[in-house]
């Protein structure tokens, strides 16, 4: 009874409409409620009526959360108000409409730019997998960047599709609060922000894959861009989030990929990784750590034109990686 209270009460907090004094009213009153029926529950002196209205409540409630459904036409904030578009996929030839090219001075300040980009995927050499710690050492935002011969990066990010004004909230990601979209975007645009502007720690490592692999993880993303852009989905926090799609993706390219309590604390993910034996081999994990750090390189690097090579000096296994 307690254990659905409180999934009520998260669902009056997040999902109520009216301002934020109401919902916390709301969830006041119904958890006063729900913890005096469950007391006197426990203790078999509960009236009739409490339990009928606590059933009632949880049944309605049930419905409530079926109901719900994403949408893809609200106000949504700057840096996702455009979907990533898969315009044509031939051969090895991708277009790819709204890749994200951000310029930020500040978190409020930035030059918003959604670009159509062109790649060949016989040129893809590289992966990478960044981590950016924002929430202390067990949770971070978990990417993965490209690299094609010509030098360029394309990274992919599952994110909450923001509304403007709104901020993320783990604990609304388990309520339906959020929709998700995956962000292409250069690595000056959303590695920047996050290490420059947010102040986040970020690491990168190297990923040991075949040619196939690589083309398999990359199409595997443009295949769940189709899927976004054509039905929005809900983000949650526990089971759709920007490490879980890693690892669904991944599956697609190597199916029996084991399951580990690392992909729901995503800041253990690069351990994860590394059991694995997909990270730069023959180097142990605490020197991969060590050199993975590129906080420090990428504040030096700043606006210069050279940012991803800048930011890959002495990241095993990168071609820079023998650079100081």
């Keep these: 009874m307690l254990v659905a209270a409180l999934w009520i009460a998260g669902m009056l907090a997040f999902q109520l409409p009216g301002p934020g004094w109401l919902r916390w009213v709301a969830v006041a009153v119904w958890l006063g409620f729900a913890v005096s029926t469950a007391v006197a529950v426990g203790r078999a002196r509960a009236g009739r009526w409490p339990g009928v209205l606590y059933v009632v409540a949880l049944v309605a409630t049930g419905v409530w959360w079926l109901l719900l459904s994403p949408r893809q036409d609200r106000v949504w904030a700057d840096d996702v108000a455009q979907r990533l578009k898969v315009v044509e996929v031939s051969g090895s030839h991708v277009v790819l409409d709204n890749v994200r090219n951000f310029n930020w001075r500040t978190d409020e300040d930035y030059d918003a730019r959604w670009e159509r980009r062109e790649y060949d995927l016989d040129q893809l050499r590289s992966a990478d997998l960044i981590l950016s710690y924002w929430m202390g050492p067990m949770i971070a935002h978990t990417l993965i960047s490209f690299g094609f011969e010509d030098g360029r990066q394309l990274v992919f990010s599952l994110e909450i599709r923001k509304e403007r004004g709104e901020s993320f909230s783990a604990l609304g990601g388990f309520f339906r609060k959020f929709e998700m979209t995956l962000v292409a975007s250069e690595e000056t645009d959303i590695v920047r922000v996050r290490s420059n502007v947010r102040g986040e720690d970020v690491y990168l490592y190297r990923l040991d894959m075949t040619d196939e692999q690589l083309k398999g993880l990359f199409l ?31 599956k697609q390219v190597a199916p029996g990929l084991p399951l580990d309590y690392r992909l729901l604390v995503s800041g253990y993910f690069a351990e994860y990784a590394y059991k694995l034996g997909v990270l730069t081999p023959g180097v142990d994990f605490a020197t991969l750590k060590k050199h993975a750090r590129i906080t420090e390189r990428a504040h030096a690097a700043g606006d210069d034109p050279a940012f991803s090579r800048l930011i890959r000096r002495g990241v095993p296994g990168t071609e820079q990686g023998s650079q100081p």
Excluded: H, M, Q
């Design 220 to 250: 595997s993303y443009l295949g769940e861009a189709r899927k976004l852009d054509a039905e929005p989905a809900f983000y949650n926090t526990l089971t759709s989030n920007c490490t879980t799609i890693v690892y669904a993706l991944a």
